[in-house]
């Protein structure tokens, strides 16, 4: 009897350590996606079903074989937060300038954009191995690290790209400004030309007449003054 507990005690701690990390893959997925995977949670279904049978029937590959379902599950899980994470790191980061980027998250370019590359090499590498993910703990526990690796890059970029919202609108207004007045000392510049080409061309033609009356006060004749 106290052997029977032991090992039913034994395959459930063992079930508990891969719940709870499929569990929370699942959470950040679904936080992430803001959608549900019913085949992560028929996974999970699934599992439960044969964790009820190993309990009932005292059988060892009931427990593994609800064990594989849950590894299945952080799998799913991963898969759809190193898409989301990945899409989502370069989406936030693309829409702003290399220079507002530098200014405000200055390793990027030298750190996280060079680790991001090599965690994608790397998680691809590791769904070459998906049969092994579902077997080896050291797999799924490379795969799970990878993703939450990727999971904190992309808060790292999130919370940077609040500052970077904010230096861009920030830019945005002073060259409004810039370009306005710019703009009005255009304005300034063209009224003040127009005034002053005006002002020659008046005092020209006012100089013009008084040249031409005298020449032709000179050409009346002496018998007609």
């Known amino acids: ?15 508990a350590k891969h719940y709870i990390t499929a569990k929370r893959n699942l959470l950040y997925s679904e936080s992430s996606t803001h959608k549900v995977d019913l085949g992560v949670i028929n996974e999970f279904r699934n599992s439960f079903d044969h964790v009820i049978k190993g309990v009932v029937n005292n059988d060892k590959t009931e427990f ?14 991963c898969e759809s937060i190193s ?7 370069h989406r936030k980061i693309n829409k ?12 990027y370019y030298s750190d996280i954009y060079p680790r991001l590359q090599e965690i994608q090499e790397a ?23 990878l993703n939450s ?14 500052g970077m919202e904010k230096y861009y609108k920030k830019t945005m207004r002073e060259k409004t400004k810039k ?14 030309t127009a005034v002053i080409t005006t002002y020659i061309n008046n005092v020209m033609s006012t100089s ?15 018998s007609h003054k």
């Open 83 to 89: 898409m989301d994470s990945m899409l989502n790191i």
């Open 96 to 107: 702003y300038d290399s220079s507002i980027i530098v200014k405000i998250l200055p390793t």
């Open 123 to 145: 998680i691809s590498i590791e769904r070459e191995k998906s049969d092994e993910l579902f077997t080896k703990d050291d797999h799924l526990s490379k795969y799970v690290s």
């Open 1 to 15: 009897m106290a052997d029977n507990e032991n090992f039913l005690e034994e395959k459930l701690q063992d079930v």
């Open 179 to 192: 370009s306005f007045i710019g703009l009005l000392k255009t304005l300034v510049i063209i009224i003040i």
């Open 208 to 222: 013009s007449s008084d040249t031409e009356t005298k020449q032709d006060l000179k050409e009346i004749p002496a």
């Open 149 to 162: 690796e990727l999971i904190e890059l992309d808060k790292t970029v999130s919370k940077a790209v609040i």
């Open 64 to 77: 593994d074989k609800a064990i594989e379902h849950l590894r299945r599950a952080a799998y799913d899980s």
